[in-house]
């Protein structure tokens, strides 16, 4: 009997994988992800403008099916009831991997509370990336996803963050992340060690660890504009 992805053969249960996708570096997918992704019967994708980039990139033809944060309870079933029906469906999200801080909590927890199979396919995680070339403590540490949009609230939460004892990571916005360097700056104080990610794996690319006494003025000095994901080190860090 001829073999699916990920070693299944045709005919038997189907089966989720969970399948991680290039932060921005296309050549960061993995030749499983690929081959995974070529063999499934359709992708469930957070947005099909940009997954059909990602496929036709790939030249791989395969029906998809949208899944975000205003439908996934619902698409969570649709496809939970074709994985149980015998399908195999690879589930990515707009970069990265699924789930972690992105769509896809829900179609796992749906296809995992059935009994059916659902394989991870590890590869790109922007926190993950940003930790391994951070120089920060990471035997520990916390990840927080984005913070609330109001700076009452992100205020709240460094105070909280003045003592912390394990790295903490997030993602934000660039349409906030100039307010929130100066708020790092005053309620962190200026020898808090931080270290600021940019556009990770993309042409313009930068990471810069250091005191915010001096990261906040050299961040602001050039471009905010991208994708930020940004690692708090715990306060007793020292460079």
Known sequence: MPAGPAGTPRGTAGRLLVVATPLGNLGDLTARAREAIAGCDAVACEDTRVTGGLLRHLDISKPMLAYHEHNEKEVAVTIADRVAAGAVIALITD???????????????????????????????????????????????????????????????????????????????CHRIGDFLDEMLEILGPER??????????????????????????????SLKGEFTVALAPADFAL
Do not use: Q, W, Y
């Open 95 to 173: 970069a990265g991997t699924p789930g972690i801080s992105d769509p896809g909590f829900r179609v796992t927890r749906e296809c995992r509370k059935r009994g059916l199979t659902v394989s991870p396919l590890p590869g790109p995680c922007a926190i993950v990336a940003l930790l391994s070339a951070s120089g920060l403590p990471t035997n520990a540490f916390r990840f927080v996803g984005f913070l609330p949009p109001k700076s009452a609230a992100r205020r709240r939460f460094l105070e909280e963050m003045r003592t912390a004892t394990e790295t903490v990571v997030l993602h934000e916005s």
């Open 193 to 222: 060690v931080v270290c600021v990610g940019r556009e990770l794996t993309k042409l313009h690319e930068t990471i810069r660890t250091a005191a915010l006494k001096d990261l906040v003025p050299a961040l602001k000095a050039g």
